[in-house]
């Protein structure tokens, strides 16, 4: 069975500029959430979703947003990034309520 | 507020020894703990997890300890590999049908040969 895929894995933007970011999950999985790793902050919760719905939302401004799709892909997106937003964002997806698996993840660079 | 500490953001270890990653988390309503691995370049790597109603789970080469009076995770790794060297994170998972992990800072475990 196939893991979690993220595409792209590398991203250079500037500042201002938006971006998405798409995570299909393991087949059969419902289930989606995103983090963000930085060395400063380690690894935070950002949101979560089930069955096309936001479930959780972790401590993000509203530039952070999601979604999910019926196929249970989902794609989240930054609007007007910042410097601090340069990061690695990972998608784990999971058959809640059970072990969330990580996909490889987005490295973001903002300039 | 939630979060999940490591008591040691090190550990270095000849291969062949026993090593213990420890872990603290302060959130006593937490029913959910999972160790993850992660290597360089690479996303966490699921190894091994732990419901509240255990104190012990054993793995292939590894053991979770859960002491929930003290609030303590711990990680055994038998026999340590060069190919263990990594950074370990453990995190809790809060009651209430939420999937948000919390996750401790880590630990950086690295192997000689």
């Known amino acids: 069975k196939a893991g979690v895929t993220q595409t792209p894995r590398y991203l250079i933007k500037t500042r201002g500029q938006q971006v998405t970011l798409s995570c299909s999950p393991i087949?059969?999985?419902?289930?989606v959430s995103w983090y963000q790793q930085t060395p400063g902050q380690g690894l935070q919760f950002l949101f979560e979703?089930?069955?096309?719905?936001?479930?959780n939302k972790g401590n993000f401004p509203g530039r952070f947003s999601g979604r999910q799709f019926s196929n249970s892909r989902s794609e989240m997106n930054v609007s007007t990034l910042e410097l601090g937003d340069s990061a690695l964002y990972l998608c784990a997806s999971s058959f809640f309520p059970d072990t969330q698996y990580f996909g490889p993840g987005t490295r973001l660079t903002v300039l | 507020g939630e979060s999940v500490g490591l008591h040691l953001p090190t550990l270095s270890v000849q291969e062949g020894d026993n090593s213990i990653i420890n872990c603290a988390y302060s959130?006593?309503?937490?029913?959910?703990f999972i160790w993850y691995k992660q290597e360089s370049g690479k996303g966490p790597q699921f190894i091994i997890d732990?419901?509240?109603?255990?104190d012990k789970r054993q793995g292939q080469r590894v053991t979770v300890l859960l002491n929930k009076t003290v609030k303590h995770l711990s990680l055994q790794i038998a026999a340590t590999q060069p190919g263990d060297s990594a950074v370990y994170f453990c995190a809790e998972m809060p009651q209430g049908g939420s999937e948000k992990l919390v996750f401790g800072k880590g630990t950086k475990l690295t192997v000689n040969p």
């Open positions: 732990i419901r509240s109603n255990m």
């Open positions: 979703y089930f069955s096309e719905t936001q479930r």
């Open positions: 959130n006593s309503a937490s029913d959910y």
């Open positions: 087949s059969g999985h419902r289930s």
